[in-house]
C-alpha cells in the first residue's frame, strides 16, 4: 500500500514569491493534515481536513496561506509572498476520522526562503 | 505554558548504550504517538500507544495516562538510532488534532 506523497521535496524561494505544496493522502483516508516544521522544534499543525471541509483552520496564517482539498483526497497548501520566517519542513498527514486515530505522514517538503 | 514537554533535548551515546527519552503533558489526553524523523525529515511512526507498554525489537514505550506521562526506551543502541524521536498527543478536547513536543535529538558514536 502506498503511503502519503508530497511533492516537490525542496524548494528555495526568495522573499516575495509564491509556493505550492502538494499531498497525496494513503487511499481511504478522509482525514487530510497540514503541518509546519521550523528548524530544531516539533510539528506544529496548520489545518486539517474531513473530504473536502476544513474542519480547522485557526493555526493557518490566512493572510498568505492557504488549503484546498477540492475533491477529498488530494490536497494543495498555497504560500503567497513568502517570507523568511516561512522557512520550515512542511509534512502532510492522513488518518482514518476515528477516535484516537494514528496518523500517518509523508517525507515532507524543505522549504528555504532567502 | 508548553503543553507537552520532551526530555532529554539532546543524547549522544555510545554504540551499545540503552535510552530513556521521555514526554510529559500538562493536560488530559486521548492517545499519543512516538516519532522517529530520519535526518532528511521524514517521520516514522514508532508507537500508537493510548495506554500501557507496547515492545517492538529494541523500543518499548510505556504510557500512563493517569500520571500524564510517556518513555521511550532504547536498548542496545545503534548507529542507525540517530535522529529525533518525537512525542506527539492528543489532548482532551481536541479531536484528531496532535501537539507534539520539541524532540531529542540522539547521536549515537560507534
Known amino acids: 500500500e502506498a503511503g502519503v506523497t508530497q511533492s516537490p521535496r525542496y524548494a528555495v524561494l526568495q522573499e516575495g514569491q509564491a509556493v505550492s505544496f502538494w499531498c497525496d493522502p494513503i487511499s481511504g483516508h478522509d482525514t487530510l493534515y497540514w503541518y509546519q516544521q521550523p528548524r530544531d522544534q516539533g510539528p506544529q499543525l496548520l489545518v486539517y481536513?474531513?473530504?473536502?471541509?476544513?474542519?480547522?483552520n485557526s493555526q493557518l496564517p490566512s493572510d498568505r496561506f492557504s488549503a484546498v482539498r477540492p475533491k477529498g483526497t488530494n490536497s494543495t497548501l498555497k504560500i503567497q509572498s513568502a517570507k523568511q520566517g516561512d522557512t520550515a519542513t512542511y509534512l502532510c498527514?492522513?488518518?482514518?476520522?476515528?477516535?484516537?486515530?494514528?496518523?500517518?505522514f509523508g517525507p515532507g517538503t524543505r522549504l528555504t526562503v532567502l | 505554558g508548553q503543553q507537552v514537554q520532551q526530555s532529554p533535548a539532546s543524547l549522544v551515546l555510545q554504540e551499545g548504550e540503552n535510552a530513556e527519552l521521555q514526554c510529559n503533558f500538562s493536560t488530559s489526553l486521548n492517545s499519543m504517538q512516538w516519532f522517529y524523523q530520519r535526518p532528511e525529515g521524514s517521520l516514522v511512526s514508532l508507537f500508537y500507544n493510548p495506554s500501557g507498554t507496547k515492545q517492538s525489537g529494541r523500543l518499548t514505550s510505556t504510557t500512563v495516562i493517569k500520571e500524564r506521562r510517556s518513555s521511550l526506551h532504547i536498548s542496545s543502541s545503534q548507529i542507525t538510532d540517530s535522529g529525533t524521536y518525537l512525542c506527539a498527543m492528543e489532548l482532551s478536547g481536541s479531536f484528531n488534532k496532535l501537539t507534539f513536543g520539541a524532540g531529542t535529538r540522539l547521536a549515537v558514536c560507534p
Open positions: 481536513f474531513r473530504d473536502e471541509a476544513v474542519i480547522d
Open positions: 498527514a492522513s488518518s482514518l476520522w476515528v477516535n484516537y486515530a494514528e496518523q500517518f
